[in-house]
């Protein structure tokens, strides 16, 4: 049989299961740190036995230039594959475990600023919205920040990081009366009228190198609803 | 919908504010759910040709596809997860 794997004739799953194979609790794992940056961990037992093939999406998310992460003989991240041929082997029995981290911060890479906006048919007083290239004119009853929840780090013992993330089943994003959403109507204008809920958040574009501003339906969870209370004055 | 005032009357002002709003937060996420991300190869040796074959491991999905991420901790957990699976 040709020789094609470090451990030759040695499955890899089998090689998992010798005592070297127990020893690491995983031969790989995600490290999150607190900048937001995630960085693959490779015991010496993962590097001989798998590498990781990212995706155009995956290159993308985690910031890597190269298409493969697989540790080479010195222990740094070169290039695998040669045309269609293996061009490193990993790192020689013993080596200390490694962790490539990912260039980017992928907190927000996707998305900046998401906001969450009331949108309507009434004639409002119309809101200018100004882009780098362009401006437009709303009806927008409302718009708001969209919480954060940002996890809480603490260490438990030198090795071990805990990270607690608390989420919130409903936003509750306005509560009273006493808003800087205030607008004038009359009792015809008010005959009938939409209301649209809108999530709004600022993406990267590639070939701009600018965010842009980008409006879609607020995505609900299956089975939930949102309420909006609407206070009317007689003046 | 439901009105705590009578009928509004015509060529009448009124103001209108909101006076509360509640959402559940959104199922968008922070990473792109369903779009896979990377996929778990056997390691070849030095100078042995890539070929399915040869690479491709032994179990029916090696792909991570992130499923349920909002936060970037949800994704390492999810990561994780499927590394402990292999």
Request: glycine share 4%; proline share 6%.
């Given at each position: 049989?040709?020789?094609?794997?470090?451990?030759?004739?040695?499955?890899?799953?089998?090689?998992?299961?010798?005592?070297?194979?127990y020893?690491?609790?995983?031969?790989?794992?995600?490290?999150?740190?607190?900048?937001?940056?995630?960085?693959?961990?490779?015991?010496?037992?993962?590097?001989?036995?798998?590498?990781?093939?990212?995706?155009?999406?995956?290159?993308?998310?985690?910031g890597?230039?190269?298409?493969?992460?697989a540790?080479?003989?010195n222990?740094?991240?070169?290039?695998?594959?040669?045309?269609?041929?293996?061009?490193?082997?990993?790192?020689?029995?013993?080596?200390?475990?490694?962790?490539?981290?990912?260039?980017n911060?992928?907190?927000?890479?996707?998305?900046?600023r998401?906001?969450i906006?009331?949108?309507?048919?009434?004639?409002?007083?119309?809101?200018?919205?100004?882009?780098?290239?362009?401006?437009?004119?709303?009806?927008?009853?409302?718009?708001?920040?969209?919480?954060?929840?940002p996890?809480?780090?603490?260490?438990?013992?030198?090795?071990?990081?805990?990270?607690?993330?608390?989420?919130?089943?409903?936003?509750?994003?306005?509560?009273?009366?006493?808003?800087?959403?205030?607008?004038?109507?009359?009792?015809?204008?008010l005959q009938?009228?939409?209301?649209?809920?809108?999530?709004?958040?600022?993406?990267?574009n590639?070939?701009?190198?600018?965010?842009?501003?980008?409006?879609?339906?607020?995505?609900?969870?299956?089975?939930?609803?949102?309420?909006?209370?609407?206070?009317?004055?007689?003046? | 919908?439901?009105?705590s005032?009578?009928?509004?009357?015509?060529?009448?002002?009124?103001?209108?504010?909101?006076?509360?709003?509640?959402?559940?937060?959104?199922?968008?996420?922070?990473?792109?759910?369903q779009?896979?991300?990377?996929?778990?190869?056997?390691?070849?040796?030095?100078?042995?040709?890539?070929?399915?074959?040869?690479?491709?491991?032994?179990?029916?999905?090696?792909?991570?596809?992130?499923s349920q991420?909002?936060?970037?901790?949800?994704?390492?957990?999810?990561?994780?997860?499927?590394?402990?699976?292999?």
């Amino acid at each position: 049989m040709e020789d094609h794997f470090l451990y030759a004739n040695n499955d890899w799953h089998t090689y998992g299961k010798t005592d070297a194979g127990y020893a690491a609790a995983s031969h790989i794992k995600i490290i999150f740190r607190s900048d937001g940056k995630l960085g693959f961990k490779y015991t010496h037992v993962g590097s001989a036995l798998f590498v990781l093939h990212l995706t155009e999406e995956g290159q993308r998310v985690f910031g890597f230039d190269n298409r493969y992460i697989a540790p080479d003989e010195n222990s740094k991240m070169h290039l695998y594959l040669d045309g269609n041929y293996v061009r490193n082997d990993p790192p020689p029995e013993g080596a200390e475990s490694v962790v490539f981290v990912s260039p980017n911060s992928i907190y927000s890479h996707n998305e900046y600023r998401p906001e969450i906006a009331i949108m309507t048919s009434l004639p409002l007083i119309p809101y200018v919205d100004v882009q780098e290239s362009s401006a437009a004119t709303k009806r927008q009853l409302a718009s708001y920040r969209y919480p954060q929840n940002p996890a809480a780090f603490s260490y438990r013992e030198t090795m071990f990081k805990q990270v607690i993330e608390n989420t919130r089943s409903y936003y509750h994003l306005e509560n009273g009366s006493k808003t800087h959403n205030v607008f004038f109507l009359t009792g015809t204008q008010l005959q009938n009228f939409h209301i649209r809920l809108l999530s709004r958040k600022y993406v990267y574009n590639e070939n701009s190198k600018l965010f842009d501003m980008k409006e879609s339906p607020y995505l609900l969870p299956d089975e939930s609803l949102w309420t909006l209370g609407i206070k009317l004055k007689t003046l | 919908m439901y009105k705590s005032l009578p009928t509004l009357n015509e060529n009448t002002r009124y103001s209108l504010s909101i006076e509360y709003l509640v959402v559940p937060p959104s199922t968008e996420g922070v990473v792109l759910n369903q779009t896979p991300l990377f996929t778990v190869e056997r390691r070849l040796r030095k100078g042995v040709e890539y070929k399915e074959e040869h690479y491709a491991m032994p179990i029916d999905n090696a792909t991570f596809t992130p499923s349920q991420c909002r936060t970037v901790g949800q994704l390492a957990f999810e990561v994780n997860y499927f590394f402990r699976k292999l």
